[in-house]
């Protein structure tokens, strides 16, 4: 069965730190891979997205993800975090239909 | 730019009773989904539609109905509201259907239901 898998609930970091944040997709082909991010209260706002090629994707504050086909994963980096990115994040794929399928979220939380 | 508009933000309800969440876009775009965001399950669709007229099951649409009259709105209605029903609703958007088109999200509905 396709899934999405999200391993971590909650990640804890340190303002001005590293962040990588996994994702695991299980599709029979390749998925078109997307990364959304959740403030509180408010909807899903999508961070940047993967359909073929170049398998380091930027996206917007800041971010970046880099596809390996190999491990079946999608993480999502940044180099130095900020006290505005603690939100919930997602990972979702989606291949010839309508249908998106979401991993279960990682909650950041940053430190000052 | 409004993008994708719901109506309320929050909502308590009693057990058996019925209610519309409201959802509108202003991009004119022809797909439109509901999901629902229970704790630690990420999103599950529940209905989509794709153009006025056209509307077709989700992963869990039991309990819920929709209608699509025009291009712009996509009504959720729950019947006979179930505490099982309790959770974060969230109506979404896109150009097409092909997978390389990202969807557009709405704040969200909050609804109790006690």
């Known amino acids: 069965a396709q899934s999405v898998t999200q391993p971590d609930i909650h990640i804890t970091v340190s303002e001005g730190a590293s962040l990588e944040l996994r994702c695991n997709y299980s599709?029979?082909?390749?998925?078109?891979l997307f990364w959304y991010v959740q403030s509180p209260g408010q909807g899903l706002q999508l961070l940047l997205k993967?359909?073929?090629?170049?398998?380091l994707v930027q996206g917007i504050k800041g971010f970046e993800a880099e596809f390996k086909r190999s491990q079946s994963s999608f993480n999502l980096r940044k180099p130095s975090v900020h006290w505005s990115d603690a939100a919930e994040y997602f990972c979702?794929?989606?291949?010839?239909?309508?249908?998106?399928?979401f991993g279960t979220g990682t909650r950041l939380k940053v430190l000052a | 730019n409004a993008g994708v508009t719901q109506t309320p933000k929050f909502r308590i309800l009693k057990i058996g009773q019925s209610m519309t969440l409201q959802c509108a876009q202003d991009m004119n775009h022809n797909y439109m989904y509901w999901y629902r965001q229970d704790p630690g399950m990420g999103l599950k669709l529940i209905y989509y539609s794709v153009g006025a007229g056209i509307t077709d099951k989700g992963e869990v649409p039991n309990g819920y109905n929709v209608s699509r009259s025009t291009t712009e709105d996509f009504p959720l209605r729950l019947e006979l509201a179930a505490p099982s029903q309790t959770s974060v609703y969230f109506c979404?958007?896109?150009?097409?259907?092909?997978?390389?088109?990202?969807?557009?999200f709405g704040d969200g509905t909050r609804l109790s239901i006690l």
């Open positions: 979404a958007s896109s150009y097409s259907l092909e997978e390389d088109q990202p969807q557009h």
């Open positions: 993967y359909f073929s090629g170049d398998t």
């Open positions: 599709y029979g082909a390749t998925p078109y």
């Open positions: 979702a794929g989606s291949t010839r239909t309508y249908k998106y399928i």
